[in-house]
T-cell receptor
Framework: GAGVSQTPSNKVTEKGKYVELRCDPI?????LYWYRQSLGQGPEFLIY????????DSGLPNDRFFAVRPEGSVSTLKIQRTERGDSAVYLC?????????????????????FGPGTRLTVL | AQSVSQHNHHVILSEAASLELGCNYS??????LFWYVQYPGQHLQLLLK??????LVKGIKGFEAEFIKSKFSFNLRKPSVQWSDTAEYFC?????????FGKGTRLSVIA
């Protein structure tokens, strides 16, 4: 498919367990973003990759959260010692070039395309 | 920090009514503005975006939004809604920062 894909679509785990959430961005997109959406809220930024490196991880709530993108394509969000408060929908987005926006062009490179999300439930 | 305010939490309209959803942001510099829509059971989709130029932006499905810099606003409009427009609508802002989303407005269109 041409869109962003995320697996699993649903994940139920017990408090204290470790989980991994996977994101496959649109082919060729260099920028990849993770967001978290709690019930009744808009998505909140977690981390942004430009290629293989984390360009901005200021949104990660604490050191239990970690993400990697070793080959500059697929990314994995890892949550250690899960807590009930981690329950949310985790969204992944990709964009062609990230934050290098050409303000003179109507075909901006910075539009983010979202995947369907992974619904994480921590019991 | 940047913030985005969407004034209406839930809007209920009859079919063919006109729609306007408010969005205000806090950042004072040059910004990129977006409206995303999330239909029931589907993922976030881009409705329209503003980067520069004409402040009246037209998007898909008959939606448009107007950027008013002096009011820090980017309100979404549609002259005549349809039942299929029932969805959650999110305004988002960025300027070389991550997207900052509003809390969303749930639109229910009734026959």
């Amino acid at each position: 498919g041409a869109g962003v894909s995320q697996t699993p679509s649903n994940k139920v785990t017990e408090k204290g367990k470790y989980v991994e959430l996977r994101c496959d961005p649109i082919s060729g997109h260099t920028a990849l973003y993770w967001y978290r959406q709690s019930l009744g809220q808009g998505p909140e930024f977690l981390i942004y990759f430009q290629g293989t490196g984390a360009a901005d991880d200021s949104g990660l709530p604490n050191d239990r959260f970690f993400a990697v993108r070793p080959e500059g394509s697929v990314s994995t969000l890892k949550i250690q010692r899960t807590e009930r408060g981690d329950s949310a929908v985790y969204l992944c987005a990709s964009s062609p070039a990230g934050r290098a926006v050409d303000y003179t062009s109507s075909t901006s490179t910075d539009t983010q395309y979202f995947g369907p999300g992974t619904r994480l439930t921590v019991l | 920090a940047q913030s985005v305010s969407q004034h209406n939490h839930h809007v209920i309209l009859s079919e063919a009514a006109s729609l306007e959803l408010g969005c205000n942001y806090s950042y004072g510099g040059t910004v990129n503005l977006f409206w995303y829509v999330q239909y029931p059971g589907q993922h976030l989709q881009l409705l329209l975006k503003y980067f520069s130029g004409d402040p009246l932006v037209k998007g898909i499905k008959g939606f448009e939004a107007e950027f008013i810099k002096s009011k820090f606003s980017f309100n979404l409009r549609k002259p005549s809604v349809q039942w299929s427009d029932t969805a959650e609508y999110f305004c988002a802002v960025t300027r070389n920062t991550p997207l900052v989303f509003g809390k969303g407005t749930r639109l229910s269109v009734i026959a």
